[in-house]
C-alpha cells in the first residue's frame, strides 16, 4: 500500500528563518511521483513541484527547494529566508500511474513577522 | 489560461436532501479526479475520470455518492440523503492523460450539513 507521512504537524518560525518540511513515503512501485501543494489560508491547493522517481536531482525554484532521497524514502522541502506569506498547509503527495494522489496529513506553517 | 472552476463555493443542507457539485476542468485535461478533505486533513482521493470513463471508484464512495462526466468536459458529483458526516471540502483537479502528470486543483465546495 501507498503511504506517505510528514510527522510535523506544525511548525512556528520567526521571519527570515529557514525551515525544512519533512516527507517520508512508502511504496512498492518501481515508477512512482512525488509532489508538493500549498494550501494557503483561501484554501485552494496550488502545485509547488513534481519529482519522479528516477530522478533524484535536487532541485532550487528561489527560495524553495527540494531534497529526494530514494535511499530515505524522504522528500523534503525547504524555504529559505522565510516570509510571512509563505504561512500555509503544506502538503506532500505521491501517486503511481493512475495519478491518484496519496496525500501526507500535511504540515501547517506559521510564519511570525 | 483559465483554471479549474467549481460552483457552487459553498453549500449548506439539511440532512437528508440530495446536493450536486459541478467541476469544469482545465479544457485541454483529458483526466478529471474528486477529493474530500476534512478539517486537519488531507485530501481523499474519491473517484477519477479518464474523459467520460469512471475508471477508479475509493471505497469511500458510497453508494450514496455517484459522479459522471457525460462528454468529458465537465463532471458533477452528486450525493443523495446527505448525512452530517458528508459535511467537507470536495476538491476537483484535472491533469493530461498520463498518471505522470500534474495536477490542477479548483478552488473546492465546502459542503455543510446541519
Known amino acids: 500500500a501507498q503511504k506517505v507521512t510528514q510527522a510535523q504537524t506544525e511548525i512556528s518560525v520567526v521571519e527570515k528563518e529557514d525551515v525544512t518540511l519533512d516527507c517520508v513515503y512508502e511504496?512498492?512501485?518501481?515508477?512512482?511521483?512525488l509532489f508538493w501543494y500549498k494550501q494557503p489560508p483561501s484554501g485552494e491547493l496550488v502545485f509547488l513541484i513534481r519529482?519522479?522517481?528516477?530522478?533524484?536531482q535536487n532541485e532550487i525554484s528561489g527560495r524553495y527547494s527540494w531534497n529526494f532521497q530514494k535511499s530515505t524514502s524522504s522528500f523534503n522541502f525547504t524555504i529559505t529566508a522565510s516570509q510571512v506569506v509563505d504561512s500555509a498547509v503544506y502538503f506532500c503527495?505521491?501517486?503511481?500511474?493512475?495519478?491518484?494522489?496519496?496525500f501526507g496529513q500535511g504540515t501547517t506553517l506559521q510564519v511570525k513577522p | 489560461d483559465t483554471g479549474v472552476s467549481q460552483d457552487p463555493r459553498h453549500k449548506i443542507t439539511k440532512r437528508g436532501q440530495n446536493v450536486t457539485f459541478r467541476c469544469d476542468p482545465i479544457?485541454?485535461?483529458?483526466?478529471l479526479y474528486w477529493y474530500r478533505q476534512t478539517l486537519g486533513q488531507g485530501p481523499e482521493f474519491l473517484t477519477y475520470?479518464?474523459?467520460?470513463?469512471?475508471?477508479?471508484k475509493s471505497r469511500l464512495l458510497s453508494d450514496r455518492f455517484s459522479a459522471e462526466r457525460p462528454k468529458g468536459s465537465f463532471s458533477t458529483l452528486e450525493i443523495q440523503r446527505t448525512e452530517q458526516g458528508d459535511s467537507a471540502m470536495y476538491l476537483c483537479?484535472?491533469?493530461?492523460?498520463?498518471?505522470?502528470?500534474?495536477?490542477?486543483f479548483g478552488p473546492g465546495t465546502r459542503l455543510t450539513v446541519l
Open positions: 483537479a484535472s491533469s493530461r492523460l498520463t498518471g505522470s502528470e500534474s495536477q490542477y
Open positions: 511504496t512498492r512501485d518501481t515508477t512512482y511521483y
Open positions: 519529482r519522479n522517481s528516477f530522478d533524484e
Open positions: 503527495a505521491l501517486s503511481s500511474n493512475t495519478g491518484k494522489l496519496i
Open positions: 479544457s485541454e485535461h483529458n483526466r
Open positions: 475520470f479518464q474523459n467520460e470513463a469512471q475508471l477508479e
